[in-house]
């Protein structure tokens, strides 16, 4: 994932929630445009080691990593990994964890570029933040089986994209060259939809598509300097961190404020909530969407609804 590490830290001032009014149909429209999601595992060289070649399913290329190649471990420094929510589910249950607590323990906080919304990356070793990954050991990483989406791809990128009028999302890969990367030499062929699925990154990325929506649509919005023209607020940014990071907190935030007062949730989906992270997780997305674009994924209560409208119309003088 590109962007510098430890980027602006995330502010704690408290400012009021705020949830945006859906604009009219001249309100200004979102610039659609290519949305780089998972830039692999750059070198901090200054280098740009993307290959910009749109790469089809079906589309070949050489690689094989494995301990016996002369670069092993050498990607596992100073790599700049951003973890999707189902990462830091995977890696706290693998830790026996809450996710708090991993986040504290192994997690430094970061804007992801373009969108002025708050994520979760690896803390690398040393003081520059140019050391090994934290889970790198001499034999290889020690959570493999759990490993982040990033480090799956490798040496793929995914761009997802959205055209204006397309109801449909694009998703596109291409290649990444490291100069100190010599899995490219192996004779190991394979494209890129057998890589993906000998990778195991279908599942996560179906758990992580609302997350990614979210970013997506923050993005496109950023020429016009938020949704609607407004900035997320600190408050509302740390809303989202703790709705796609913690999701032990998220839970909490449901079950123990007016949140079941204010949204028509189905009785069972509130007992799935209870004890299912994915279906939490799903629930903060929808959610997400809902404060930051208007989106329909979510309802409020009708009476709540209304005592909102009348509030909403006293405020602007209206009968």
Known sequence: MSGDKEEDRIGSEEEGFDLDEEGSSCAPQPKQEEFNLFDALRDTTGSDPVTPVRLKPEDSFNFRCHKDVACWNRCCHGADITLTPSDILRLSKHFKQSAGAFLATHTVPAFFPRTQ??????KMGGDDGKGACPFMKAEGCSVYAVRPQTCRYY??????MKMKDSPDKQDFHFLVREAHCLG???????NVAQYREQQGVLEAEAADRGWVDILMK?????????PMGKAPTQQTQKMFFMATTDVEGFRR???NTKFLETYDIAPEAVEDIKSDDEAALQL???WLKNILFNEPTIAMKEQVLQQAIAKARTELGAS
């Open 184 to 190: 490219h030499n192996e004779s190991q062929t394979q």
């Open 117 to 122: 919304l708050p994520v979760a990356k690896i």
């Open 218 to 226: 923050m993005a496109s919005w950023a020429s016009m300097g938020g």
């Open 253 to 255: 935030f449901v079950l």
């Open 155 to 160: 040496p793929l990128g995914l761009v997802s």
């Open 284 to 286: 903060a997305f929808d």
